[in-house]
């Protein structure tokens, strides 16, 4: 019993001492603001309206062009659930990195944690350790209903091989998927993702990673095939130190 309060006290003491580092979002050289995309996949089927207000957009037209949407579309028009929707971003790049600039801002909910926003709430376009470190955080059990928060979400503003990029996506790693069918499905080649990724070697590709991905075609824009060549560069290394 008395060794097991040690024990105890000992944990909590090494887990108070655990510092948490994180770094997931695309590289981004130019220090500079532009417009990227996230590819945004909803647990439960959601509205237009729920998206405008969940990404803290300031107006519909930009999301109905990314996901090639008449301007006609009312705001209650519904996404099936796990969906893809294409989600415009407003990406600011500091210190080599890129991440969304001070938005979304997510209001807490009853119920909610940390993690299940990462996750569930935003698709597993971050991980939960980035909105502990966006918003210092103290304590990342506890977060107060109506608690305001900054998602970053990864972005990117490169340009890539002296193409003028239209804009960068943040596509999110499927169980099983390739580089290969990656590139296929976005119209881009295996070199030129593994590059922008800052990856050698196609078998380190995770799944649930937010892999960084250059748009080719952007229907959405004026109704014709808008060139847009997103790439994120997808490293995301989360490291824990303990030491007591
Ligand atoms: C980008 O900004 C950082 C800090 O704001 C600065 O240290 C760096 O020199 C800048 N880089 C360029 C290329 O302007
Ligand atoms: C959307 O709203 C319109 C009127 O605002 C209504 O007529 C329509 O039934 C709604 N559609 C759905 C799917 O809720
Ligand atoms: C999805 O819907 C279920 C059932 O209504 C709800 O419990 C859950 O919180 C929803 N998930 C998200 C991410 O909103
Ligand atoms: C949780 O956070 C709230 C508001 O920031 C604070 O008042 C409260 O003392 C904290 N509770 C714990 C157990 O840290
Ligand atoms: C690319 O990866 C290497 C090793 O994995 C790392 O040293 C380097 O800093 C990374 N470059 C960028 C731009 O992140």
């Known amino acids: 019993m008395a060794s097991g309060r040690f024990l105890l006290i000992l944990l909590s003491l090494l887990l108070l001492s655990i510092s948490t580092t994180v770094h997931c979002s695309f590289a ?10 996230v590819g945004y996949v909803p647990i439960n089927k959601t509205t237009l309206s729920d998206i405008q207000s969940l990404f803290s957009l300031d107006s519909l037209a930009s999301l109905l062009g990314a996901n090639a ?5 009312p705001s209650n028009y519904t996404f099936p659930r796990l969906s893809t ?15 969304s600039d ?11 944690g940390l993690y299940f926003i990462a996750t569930f709430v935003f698709s597993k376009l ?3 350790p980035e909105i502990v470190q966006a918003n210092n955080i103290p304590n990342e059990n506890n ?3 109506g608690q305001k928060l900054w998602i970053p979400l990864p972005c990117s503003c490169d340009p890539i091989d002296g193409t003028v990029i239209v804009a960068h996506y943040a596509h999110v790693v499927k169980s099983g998927s390739t580089v290969e069918e ?28 937010a892999f960084d991905v250059p748009l080719s075609e952007y229907p959405g824009i004026a109704g014709k095939g808008f060139f847009f060549r997103n790439w994120l560069s997808p490293f995301c290394v989360v490291g824990f130190e303990a030491s007591l």
Not at 28 to 37: D, E, G
Not at 85 to 99: A, D, M
Not at 102 to 112: A, C, E, G, N, S
Request: hydrophobic letters at 30%; glycine letters at 6%.
């Open 102 to 112: 001070r938005k979304p801002i997510y209001t807490v909910r009853p119920d909610d």
């Open 143 to 145: 977060i107060t209903v």
């Open 69 to 73: 949407l008449p301007l006609s579309t």
């Open 28 to 37: 981004c050289l130019s220090n500079t603001t532009c417009q990227s995309f």
């Open 85 to 99: 929707v294409r989600v415009p971003i407003p990406c600011k790049c500091t210190g080599g990195s890129g991440v």
């Open 182 to 209: 990656i590139a296929a499905e976005f119209g881009s080649t295996e070199t030129t993702l593994l590059k922008l990724n800052n990856m050698t070697d196609p078998k380190d590709l995770k799944a649930d990673q």
């Open 126 to 128: 971050l991980r939960y």
